[in-house]
T-cell receptor, first 114, second 112 residues
Framework: NAGVTQTPKFRVLKTGQSMTLLCAQDMNHEYMYWYRQDPGMGLRLIHYSVGEGTTAKGEVPDGYNVSRLKKQNFLLGLESAAPSQTSVYFC?????????????FGSGTRLTVV | GENVEQHPSTLSVQEGDSAVIKCTYS??????FPWYKQELGKRPQLIID?????GEKKDQRIAVTLNKTAKHFSLHITETQPEDSAVYFCAASKGGYQKVTFGIGTKLQVIP
């Protein structure tokens, strides 16, 4: 099992460029999440999904869009990148059933916007 | 919404000593409290969790305690080893798909 796979691992964007981060999980998990991690601010939820075809806003959704067309994939899009979006992005998934709430995280994407 | 406060932000202990990290939460409806360990440059990994119907849970050298009345929970690591050096995050949620709110993390350094 690969678990949760994120691509790409690193990316440098110019201000105003767009990009899509891909998260794929092979654990048949219901719930998927996108977090950003910044120094001194912990992990903050951007968007999440409770099932195929559903998405919802998290704590810091502005400037991001998401889609979950297939249960195993959760895409995070930046339409017009800004330097404030420089961060490490983590995707996570959880089974969501009783007793299985813990997250499995991907390895992260380090994004720099110049 | 939920607010999770975590302290200390950094903690240095001698190898073999114990380490304690404390967290408080604001939403009395929260009932699931996981702890994650993140080694440098790696992904966070779940190390232990506790639900609101349990006061304490142990797994080898790590334990978590929960005081629902005071709305605080703690991670205890005994007989610390250099490989315990990492950033530890506490978190709280209402379970299921409810979003998890993380603390800001504690950087633990175990000095050999």
């Amino acid at each position: 099992n690969a678990g949760v796979t994120q691509t790409p691992k690193f990316r440098v964007l110019k201000t105003g460029q767009s990009m899509t981060l891909l998260c794929a999980q092979d654990m048949n998990h219901e719930y998927m999440y996108w977090y950003r991690q910044d120094p001194g601010m912990g992990l903050r939820l951007i968007h999440y999904s409770v099932g195929e075809g559903t998405t919802a806003k998290g704590e810091v959704p502005d400037g991001y869009n998401v889609s979950r067309l297939k249960k195993q994939n959760f895409l995070l899009g930046l339409e017009s990148a800004a330097p404030s979006q420089t961060s490490v992005y983590f995707c996570a998934s959880s089974y969501g059933r009783t007793g299985a709430y813990g997250y499995t995280f991907g390895s992260g994407t380090r994004l720099t916007v110049v | 919404g939920e607010n999770v406060e975590q302290h200390p932000s950094t903690l240095s202990v001698q190898e073999g000593d114990s380490a304690v990290i404390k967290c408080t939460y604001s939403d009395s409806a929260s009932n699931y409290f996981p702890w994650y360990k993140q080694e440098l440059g790696k992904r966070p990994q779940l190390i232990i969790d506790i639900r609101s119907n349990v006061g304490e849970k142990k797994d080898q050298r790590i334990a978590v305690t929960l005081n629902k009345t005071a709305k605080h929970f703690s991670l205890h690591i005994t007989e610390t080893q250099p490989e315990d050096s990492a950033v530890y995050f506490c978190a709280a949620s209402k379970g299921g798909y409810q979003k998890v709110t993380f603390g800001i993390g504690t950087k633990l350094q175990v000095i050999p």
